[in-house]
């Protein structure tokens, strides 16, 4: 099988090629050039953007256990249609990713979907109770990528403190959700003057901030390298700016809903808009955007969260937290960050491509010859507007309906084989 | 005239509406006062009251309300209905609906709940109290009791003492008087007091001796002895000691200050019993007014002058 896809801005942050030019892919890898035949595919991508496949590093499939809001067929299906080769799955599943047969189990499902790639992400205790690690050598020689409690914060800093020494040994990164649960006690969302006008319980930037805080000190301690998923405050982001330029390893994202919105979309008790951690005030939305802009926040991740119409249709306490992101990511990111300067295109792609699969430790990422050629298509002038109904994944529960976006994906490449095609 | 459908909160209320609600209460109230007190405005219509909390004086005075209405009315609270089952506040609203019932008034232990409701059925449905959202009908009785003594709210110097964080009341009576022209102060220690409300253009004091310079009115709110538990305050004792009305307080207002309380009222606690029983307090009125401001409610809810049709 041989494509050539003609005449596209190529893009490859690795290298940094940002050039108009032909790229070839031969048995499902990226080629030499070679003279097109009778059983080249040819791709015309005039105009448009050809960059590495795109990696969710945080997306929520819901399998096993809780089929009824997505399935991996089904999450996969949605991530193609986004733009994304490749996800990394949380292990909040029921049961929880702890062991490697849930682990290979997910990587069974995966391959019999055919659809993106899924990387698992492991839980650091067992249950993700936050108490005695799990089996975490086993789970990465099954396949685990990285090691999170994503949504059951590791409250104890000795536990942590173990994790990441053992990861260390592993050479595993550890992605925390940084949430401290005392500070944040049954709150809802971000707390301001919304949460006050609309009586519901705030949830404070320090609950965030203070697990940040802490992720870095014991990331300096241990050497183990430390992930902070859905960084949403100005105060985490300058926590970790500041680190890095003491060389801690530290890396984060963030959510296209957190440089994009803020705790207002709540107003109306809008329950598509409660999230975990969640929109926050005005100056925060601004300093993730800062953050990205410099390269304080590698990467852009969904935190793709489906849930069923009647778990959200109730009292905004009783809504589960999360919103869907796969299939609006990338208009996203190019109608608030690229088309506005904040980013250029080949910064965008990195942090939706390479930075997400150097993190991860994943071969992925690049237009390097001989590399899985897994890639993405995205005209940048493309514009629609997001309609729920139209979405591949089962969770229709996004703040975004109704929004025009401007730079869509039109085609999704996993190694070497159409997988979506506008 | 009214023309929306429910009545979630004063918050997205023009001053207007809230004068014309205040202005239907008047003759309500003179309903009230009369031997016989019931007229056949509402003849026909159906009330439902929808309670998930206890509630004794709200409840009772909706139902009243809508009595003396001669509307046809029932109660359903939460320990005797199929909430007890779990049924969604969804399905219990289409439920409704499919009785007919005209107006639900819903009171609930989470804020935007009556949003919830107000989206699925096509009944009136008015906000009796949501988690510390808002109680718009309480603040409209404030309203209505303040106007009643001083003609005017404008200008007016308002002061409201206690757990703002967990009060609904002082929210719908921080949208209420401010929209007639009234300055709100707050007071409290900073554990009961949210953040943002000077965005609200209300101004925060955590010393009631400052707080309560030329008030013209005082409004203190029911401090939970959970908020004591959850460690928002070491103990009764001192909240007593810095936020209790008592008489050496009372007299940095104004000489008619009126003193109200959304009640049930801690004595001893947050007012002393000789304040609550004396000339300044308003507190037994507001319980009268109550049922006048809600009749006025029902009234332009639920037909009787409303600019729209409850078509089913």
């Known amino acids: 099988m041989k494509m050539i896809i003609k005449g596209g801005r190529v893009l490859d942050p690795a290298s940094g090629r940002d050039e108009v030019t032909d790229l070839y892919i031969c048995d499902g890898l990226i080629s030499d050039k070679f003279e097109a035949d009778a059983g080249t595919a040819i791709v015309d991508a005039s105009g448009q953007l050809v960059m590495p496949g795109l990696i969710d590093m945080h997306v929520h499939l819901r399998e096993p256990g809780y089929e009824y809001k997505e399935t991996i067929a089904t999450g996969t299906a949605a991530a193609v249609r986004g733009g994304f080769t490749g996800v990394a799955c949380m292990p909040n599943t029921n049961p929880v990713a702890d062991n490697r047969y849930v682990v290979e189990f997910i990587r069974k499902r995966a391959a019999e979907a055919g659809q993106a790639g899924v990387y698992p992400v492991g839980a650091i205790t067992r249950g993700s109770r936050g108490k005695e690690m799990a089996e975490l050598a086993d789970m990465r020689d099954a396949g685990a990528v990285a090691f999170s409690d994503d949504g059951h914060p590791v409250m104890e800093a000795g536990t942590m403190r173990l994790a990441m020494q053992y990861c260390k040994m592993l050479g595993a990164v550890i992605i925390s959700h940084c949430e401290d649960k005392t500070l944040a006690a049954g709150g809802v969302m971000h707390e301001g003057y919304y949460s006050t006008i609309l009586g519901l319980k705030g949830i404070p930037a320090s609950a965030e901030e203070i697990m940040v805080s802490r992720e870095i000190i014991l990331a300096a301690e241990t050497g183990c390298p430390v992930h902070i998923a859905h960084i949403s405050t100005a105060g985490s982001v300058a926590l970790v700016r500041e680190a890095k330029k003491r060389g801690i390893p530290v890396t984060a994202e963030a959510t296209p809903h957190h440089f994009t919105l803020t705790d207002r979309a709540v107003a109306g008790y809008n329950t598509a808009a409660k999230v975990n951690p969640p929109l926050r005030g005005e100056a925060d939305v601004q300093a993730v955007r800062e953050g990205l802009a410099d390269n304080t926040i590698d990467a852009i991740a969904t935190d793709h969260a489906p849930h069923a119409f009647d778990e959200k249709n109730v009292e905004f306490d009783l809504a589960p937290f999360g919103m869907v992101g796969l299939e609006t990511a990338v208009g996203l990111v190019w109608t608030e960050l690229v088309h506005t300067g904040i980013l250029t295109p080949l910064q965008a792609a990195a942090k939706l491509s390479l930075n997400p699969a150097r993190i991860l430790g994943l071969k992925r990422g690049t237009l390097a010859m001989g590399t899985a050629a897994d890639i993405t298509i995205i005209d940048p002038g493309l514009e629609e507007t997001v309609d729920p109904e139209k979405f591949t994944s089962k969770g229709k529960n996004t703040p975004f309906a109704g929004r025009r976006l401007k730079g869509l994906p039109v085609m999704t490449i996993v190694a070497g084989e159409i997988k979506y095609r506008r | ?312």
Not at chain 2, 52 to 66: D, V
């Open chain 2, 1 to 312: 005239m009214f023309k929306r459908k429910d009545l979630l909160g004063l918050k997205d209320l023009t001053a207007a509406e809230i004068e014309l609600l205040l202005d239907t209460a008047v003759p309500m109230k003179e309903i009230i006062t009369r031997p016989i007190k019931k007229v056949p405005t509402l003849r026909g219509r159906t009330v439902v009251n929808l309670f998930y909390e206890n509630s004794t004086r709200t409840r009772g005075s909706f139902e009243l309300a809508a009595k003396y209405l001669s509307a046809d009315s029932i109660n359903i609270s939460s320990s005797s209905s199929s909430v007890a089952k779990g049924e969604s506040l969804y399905d219990t609203a289409r439920t409704l609906q499919a009785l007919r019932a005209d107006v639900i008034i819903l009171r609930h232990p989470m804020a935007g709940a009556p949003h919830l409701l107000a989206g699925a059925v096509p009944a009136a449905v008015i906000n009796a109290g949501d988690g510390a959202h808002e109680h718009p009908s309480q603040a409209l009785l404030d309203l209505f009791t303040v106007r009643e003594h001083r003609g005017e709210i404008s200008g007016l110097r308002v002061v409201i003492v206690g757990d703002i964080l967990h009060s609904r009341v002082a929210r719908s009576d921080i949208w209420g008087f401010t929209k007639l022209g009234a300055e709100v102060r707050v007071c409290g220690p900073p554990t009961l007091i949210p953040p943002g409300l000077e965005q609200a253009g209300i101004k925060v004091f955590h010393r009631m001796e400052e707080a309560l310079v030329d008030a013209d009115v005082i409004i203190m709110l029911r401090i939970q002895k959970e908020r004591q538990q959850q460690g928002l305050f070491p103990s009764l004792r001192e909240y007593a000691r810095m936020y209790g009305l008592n008489r050496e307080r009372l007299a940095l207002a104004r000489k008619d200050v009126l003193v109200m309380h959304p009640g049930p009222m801690n004595r001893g606690v947050e007012i002393t019993a000789d304040i609550a029983g004396g000339p300044r307090a308003v507190i037994e009125e507001q319980v009268t007014n109550g049922v006048a401001v809600r009749m006025a409610l029902l009234y332009l809810l639920a037909g009787g002058g409303a600019g729209h049709e409850n078509d089913h």
